[in-house]
């Protein structure tokens, strides 16, 4: 091979060149990794944000100390429903309920506690309880073990037990009765009759 005559540009003066080659040093791990730059990478890959850093929550939802101010605020202010029905226990709530606006014809069975808020004609087939609420109006003959009569009832009423009648109820016909409750207002077009001896006992 031939030499070209005079000095390299990139070689200083006696020779020595201006760049030293690096050499790498043979690696420990035989996929060409170092220790050092293996560590850095696993811990990168298997790093996860921690989940109550301000940084990882949603902006929505504003700082931990706020959200917690709210959940606070909203079980003091959270209070139970009253019971909806005056006058009947908890756990009497009623298992069938006419609802207002509502018109039914015919027979109609039920075992504990029927609610009337609408338009009732025909023969209820029960022993249990009726309510029949101020926009209620029932046109049949009632027989059953308690009642209370808030709207309107076209028909006789025949209870073993306590027979109630609120203000603004309106009755158009015969009552009988072991236990009779009369509120200001009500209107009776009818016979009534209370017989304490037959009521039943609980």
Known sequence: MFRRPGKNSNEKEGGAPFYKEEQSSPSAYPYGHSSQ????????????????????????????RNWQTEESWISKKTTPLPHPFQGIKKGEDPETTLGEGVTFRGELRFER????????EGELLSKGKVIVGPKGTLKANINLKEAIIEGKVIGNITVEGRLELRQGASVEGDIKAASLSVDDGVKIMGLVEVDVANETVQ
């Open 37 to 64: 730059e293996s560590g850095d990478v696993s811990s990168r890959v298997f790093e996860t944000p921690l989940v109550n850093s301000p940084a990882s929550r949603p902006s929505h939802l504003g700082s931990e």
């Open 113 to 120: 506690l029927l609610r009337i808020d609408g338009l009732f």
